[in-house]
């Protein structure tokens, strides 16, 4: 979607965590992306590693975790898969789902020296 | 700075005065040298200047120097650390700040999203002008030129352009400079239109009440399931140009059903903000809004007088009264 900016928003949490926590180097960011937040993980690594050069996270490994995308379908009044926003339900073939889970894109944890 | 497009922040401008003290950026030379500056000048958002110790930054340090002046000698200085945080929380909290001023003066406010060239401009002057007497304000975003801010004027009401240079999509600091810049009147319509794109300001929330997408029939019945982020993130969808329906292909019912399949929730108005035809009810929809907004801060200013008079009846030591 627009992977550059949210890389960067990366790195800004980055470097605040450094300023409040007192570390100088970062070598491994753990990232949480949902399936439906619309984040192309391969797009993500690539700016990744564009926009920390240079910086405290520079040559870090990014481990992206990828959350499921789920829905829940009025019709079938369950929690149901959904690898898309517009998803079908997959019991009922049914559109009427409401997104419950998938949309995060969070910094989790970072490993530091 | 957002994008598979590649754009920058960097030539943020605000009409009327300057956009760029308080954040940070960064800018990239020809060479391929890459520099970060932060530029804290303090008006509240936060404190402290950030120092990333990089070897880059032209000083190394010694081999035997622990950078992170570790306490425990011989322990490894590598630790975990739990950061937990959305990647737009900067955005958000910028959003909520925005928020929170406009609930305090009961303004409505909607971010208006579209492709370029579906009529975002016209709908809103026709909006103004049909909305005689009613306070509106507007804040335009478009990466270059303040024509549209201009067309907004001519109709009577205060506007501000932000020009986002090579960014694509407007965020919550901007608009937040741009809002104080525009001395918001209380219980007043607040229009911002977002830089013409389906893609990018899906994700930023800029603190109003609504996204409202604005498609026309000139365009394709099935972006709402090419931009699904955009369709999903709106509340109302306005179908704009109905009067050129005559003349063209495009098929009114599939495009609401894949607008609906992207979001059952959302609410559709067809109108032609050129010959009028259902101008009536995004105008009630409008009105609808700015009551309940006033309303809220009069429930608020109401409820904070009470809480008032209950702390000062307990000060002068008789019973409060509920």
Redesign the interface.
């Known amino acids: 979607m627009h992977e550059m900016s949210l890389a960067e928003g990366v790195l800004q949490l980055i470097e605040d965590a450094a300023r409040q926590q007192g570390f100088a180097r970062v070598s491994t960011v753990w990232l949480e992306i949902g399936q439906l937040s619309g984040v192309e993980p391969e797009a993500m690594a690539f700016c990744f590693d564009a926009v920390t050069r240079g910086s405290l996270a520079q040559g870090a490994r990014l481990e992206i975790i990828t959350l499921p995308g789920t829905g829940w379908c009025m019709a079938c009044a369950q929690t149901v898969p959904m690898k898309e926003v517009f998803g079908e339900c997959p019991v009922c073939g049914g559109h009427h789902l409401q997104v419950t889970g998938g949309t995060e894109m969070r910094v989790k944890e970072l490993e530091v020296t | 700075?957002?994008?598979?497009c590649?754009c920058g922040t960097d030539e943020v401008k605000i009409e009327g005065g300057h956009a760029g003290h308080g954040h940070?950026h960064?800018h990239v030379h020809a060479d391929g040298?890459?520099?970060?500056h932060e530029h804290l000048h303090g008006h509240g958002h936060e404190n402290?200047h950030?120092h990333?110790?990089?070897?880059?930054?032209g000083h190394t340090?010694a081999a035997d120097e622990d950078?992170?002046?570790s306490h425990a000698p011989g322990v490894?200085?590598?630790?975990?650390?739990?950061?937990?945080?959305?990647?737009?929380?900067?955005?958000n909290a910028y959003a909520h700040e925005n928020r929170q001023l406009l609930a305090g003066q009961g303004i409505f406010a909607l971010n208006l999203v579209s492709g370029p060239g579906s009529g975002k401009t016209t709908l809103l002057c026709k909006t103004i002008t049909m909305l005689a007497g009613v306070p509106v304000a507007v804040i335009e975003g478009d990466q270059q030129t303040s024509q549209d801010a201009e067309r907004i004027r001519a109709t009577g009401a205060p506007a501000v352009q932000i020009n986002t240079g090579k960014g694509?999509?407007l965020d919550a600091h901007m608009v937040g400079h741009a809002m104080r810049r525009l001395a918001l009147k209380d219980d007043s319509l607040l229009m911002i239109e977002n830089v013409g794109n389906l893609?990018?300001p899906?994700?930023f929330d800029l603190g109003e009440a609504h996204k409202v997408v604005i498609l026309s029939v000139t365009e394709g019945e099935d972006k709402?399931?090419k931009y699904?982020?955009m369709f999903?993130a709106a509340s109302v969808l306005l179908l704009n140009k109905i009067d050129l329906l005559p003349h063209l292909d495009f098929d009114v019912d599939a495009a609401l059903a894949?607008a609906?399949?992207?979001n059952?929730q959302i609410r559709v108005i067809q109108l032609s903000a050129a010959r009028g035809e259902g101008m009536g009810e995004w105008l009630q929809f409008l009105r609808d809004g700015m009551a309940s907004a006033a309303a809220a801060r009069l429930a608020t200013v109401d409820g904070l007088k009470k809480r008032i008079a209950q702390l000062e009846a307990q000060l002068a030591g008789t019973p409060a009264q509920g």
């Open positions: 700075m957002c994008t598979t590649g940070g960064e040298t890459r520099h970060s402290g950030g990333p110790h990089d070897p880059a930054d340090h950078p992170t002046h490894s200085s590598a630790r975990r650390v739990q950061i937990e945080q959305d990647i737009l929380a900067k955005n694509c999509h893609v990018c899906a994700a709402p399931i699904p982020d999903r894949y609906r399949r992207v059952p």
